[in-house]
């Protein structure tokens, strides 16, 4: 019989405190949402692409896309400016490492930051433990009563169909398991169906090796809806008190 390893992901939906532009920053208060649209950094950072290293450079031009393109250099960019400030040098100086799975991190582990991009959208997450971030955008196309089968569990599959809006309860569920699956640094899982997060508590038996080794045996994970077109789900190991939500950079 294969092994299991349990695992419990306490979820809740709520208001962001603190969601003023430009707040500062302090990792002992918790989690940091730093947000900012496409539109908004490519008109203010054209020089993004400067400040990335060689490596991300080239990964940039790999795109065969130009609006993937722009996405990553903009994404990558604003996450750069934003470490540089808080570690106090220039964004071009930060240096990232990357885990067994490829999710970066720094040398200095009093600070730990998470990366998400949408359509229109970046998300950096910033706290002094081990955290996982997902936003996604209402404006992307998804068959969500198609695809729902694939990915979630019959409870959530129901809860998606006996929703008012089931694409938003899609998203939920989606950045929920997500953030849970970058916070553990694992990234990606086959099957989707071992994590349920459709309840304020759930409990369950997980399989796979990589998730097994690398898991906390718990996650706090926070689902927010910070204006009608995106929604952001963030998890951490241990619970947090608070989570604030800024736009753009530090003024």
Do not use: C
Not at 125 to 148: K, S
Not at 177 to 194: F, I, R, Y
Not at 229 to 238: F, P, Y
């Amino acid at each position: 019989m294969a092994r299991t390893q349990g695992l419990t992901i306490h979820t809740s939906t709520e208001p962001i405190t603190g969601s003023e532009p430009g707040a500062a920053f302090y990792p002992h208060s918790g989690i940091h949402l730093r947000y900012a649209t496409i539109a908004a950094l490519q008109a203010t950072g054209r020089q993004h692409f400067d400040l990335l290293d060689p490596a991300e450079q080239v990964r940039a031009q790999r795109f065969l896309h130009a609006a993937d393109r722009e996405r990553f250099i903009a994404g990558h960019g604003f996450l750069r400016r934003l470490l540089g400030l808080y570690l106090g040098i220039r964004p071009q100086d930060v240096v990232m490492l990357r885990g067994e799975f490829g999710k970066p991190y720094l040398a200095d582990a009093a600070l730990h930051f998470n990366l998400s991009d949408t359509k229109d959208a970046i998300l950096v997450a910033l706290a002094e433990q081990p955290v996982g971030a997902d936003i996604e955008t209402m404006r992307r196309r998804t068959d969500h009563e198609r695809v729902a089968d694939h990915y979630f569990t019959p409870r959530e599959t129901a809860s998606i169909r006996a929703a008012t809006d089931g694409k938003r309860r899609f998203l939920e569920l989606w950045t929920r398991k997500e953030a849970v699956l970058k916070a553990s640094g694992v990234g990606l899982m086959d099957d989707l169906h071992s994590l349920e997060v459709g309840e304020a508590v759930n409990r369950m038996a997980i399989q796979h090796p990589d998730f097994m080794r690398m898991a906390a045996p718990s996650y706090f994970v926070h689902t927010f809806h910070p204006g009608p077109d995106h929604i952001i789900s963030v998890a951490t190991a241990s619970p947090v008190d608070v989570i604030q939500l800024s736009e753009g950079l530090p003024g």
